[in-house]
């Protein structure tokens, strides 16, 4: 015969008060040591309703500290958990070093040693406004012979500068173009201390010296790593992705033709999504608010190159 539960929890119960002959026959059914077994169950359970054991340990970081202490790592990679805890301290949170250590631990933020060496992403973010990046494009005409395309970006504005088309990029080409890049770069008002380039053959020794006169420094890239120079390959795609795969190109008179239309376009109409939509020299215009003029658009189309690049504005 099996027993409920139930059944075993009231027998349990009333093991005491039971008369000796019930208990006699209930014997007869169970062993004694089952319904003692029973009676120790009951008063567990009874014993874990009662009496609930506490949390243990420390209760948690209240969540604006936690995220204080996240904030001051982050913006300060040389500071260790000691330095951080003395910060806090100076704020009037007092909280213990072991804290603000176990804090960093949970976020998988390494220790200071290994925080401090700066990544090439953090580099070009901190220096983005004195940055400028060149790279050498190579394109084929009509009629099989290979032109060579030289061109710089600024990292900040994203102005793109198509500095010269030639067949034979020779050094002293390339010399000479570099310092009118420089000339350009002093008319316009530019505050360029790095430029950023591979180890192309194609540019000379001479150029780090013309750039150096212009208190501009050489940073070269390393082998066979393009993201190093990320923004302008970037403009190489665009480049390639919307002008020269949909363009046939005569010459090199009819290169510089379409280079300048494209550099154009691109500083001057095209979207960008690191300017929150806006071209590199023009600003985005205020925003349509009278609902009559949003039902009564009247937009005109364009064309650049033959239709090749569209470029959209209000009808005037």
Not at 104 to 113: C, N, S, T
Request: glycine share 4%.
């Amino acid at each position: 015969m099996k027993f409920a539960p139930e059944d075993r929890a009231f027998f349990a119960a009333l093991l005491a008060p039971l008369p000796r002959q019930v208990l006699h026959r209930l014997r007869l059914l169970v062993r004694p040591d089952t319904v003692l077994r029973w009676h120790r169950d009951l008063m567990k359970q009874r014993h874990v309703r009662t009496c609930r054991p506490k949390q243990p340990g420390r209760p948690p970081t209240i969540r604006s500290i936690r995220a204080l202490v996240l904030r001051l790592a982050r913006e300060n990679s040389g500071w260790g958990y000691r330095r951080i805890h003395g910060e806090l301290a100076v704020l009037g949170i007092k909280v213990a070093p072991s804290t603000v250590w176990e804090i960093l631990k949970a976020e998988g933020i390494d220790p200071v040693p290994e925080r401090t060496s700066t990544t090439w992403a953090d580099f070009l973010r901190s220096r983005a406004d004195a940055l400028l990046a060149m790279d050498f494009i190579e394109t084929i005409t009509l009629t099989g012979q290979r032109q060579y395309i030289l061109a710089a970006i600024e990292h900040t504005t994203r102005r793109i500068r198509a500095l010269g088309t030639t067949a034979h990029p020779t050094h002293v080409w390339v010399t000479r173009t570099i310092r009118n890049l420089v000339m350009d770069l002093d008319d316009a008002g530019a505050k360029v201390r790095l430029l950023i380039r591979d180890r192309d053959a194609k540019y000379p020794a001479l150029i780090d010296e013309v750039l150096a006169d212009a208190d501009i420094q050489t940073v070269l890239s390393a082998v066979r790593v393009p993201r190093m120079n990320s923004i302008m390959e970037r403009w190489v795609l665009s480049l390639r992705h919307e002008l020269l795969d949909r363009t046939l190109i005569w010459n090199e008179q009819h290169l510089r033709h379409v280079l300048g239309e494209y550099e154009r376009h691109f500083n001057e109409h095209r979207t960008h999504r690191s300017l929150q939509a806006a071209a590199p020299l023009r600003a985005l215009p205020e925003p349509i608010t009278q609902p009559e003029r949003i039902t009564c658009l009247d937009i005109r189309r364009r064309d650049r190159l033959g239709g090749v690049i569209h470029e959209y504005q209000h009808a005037a």
